[in-house]
Nanobody, 123 residues
Framework: VQLQASGGGLVEAGGSLRLSCAIS????????IGWSRQTPGKQRELVAT???????NYLNSVKGRFTISRHSTEHTVYLQMSSLKPEDTAVYYC??????????????????WGRGTQVTVSS
């Protein structure tokens, strides 16, 4: 599975950005797709996830501001980020995994990572 992220950039606090992740390869190997982020000196954290059954989960700090979605026909997943805050500044990574039914996706159980894209929110 290959993941290609795009859409990062510099935005002022309160602004919006949309990240895109193009998915290719052996897609049958995954049933969850999502976004993770990492800042220097901190552990990587899952920000938003989407299952093949369209169940979404969000990091508490982004609930109500970020929305994960998928394109209806293309293998592309989006992360719409609104009301951005300086603390959202991070490198964002597209991620994918096969998560067994009843289990929770954690960073450690991620199977595939894309290259990161920098998001910088200025105050």
């Amino acid at each position: 599975v290959q993941l290609q992220a795009s859409g990062g950039g510099l935005v002022e606090a309160g602004g919006s950005l949309r990240l895109s992740c193009a998915i290719s390869g052996s897609i049958f190997r995954i049933n969850h797709i999502g976004w993770s982020r990492q800042t220097p000196g901190k552990q990587r954290e899952l920000v938003a996830t989407l299952s093949s059954e369209n169940v979404t989960n969000y990091l508490n700090s982004v609930k109500g501001r970020f929305t994960i979605s998928r394109h209806s026909t293309e293998h592309t997943v989006y992360l719409q980020m609104s009301s951005l805050k300086p603390e959202d500044t991070a490198v964002y990574y597209c991620a994918a995994a096969w998560i067994p039914s009843g289990s929770t996706w954690s960073v450690g159980s991620t199977d595939y990572w894309g290259r990161g894209t920098q998001v910088t929110v200025s105050s």
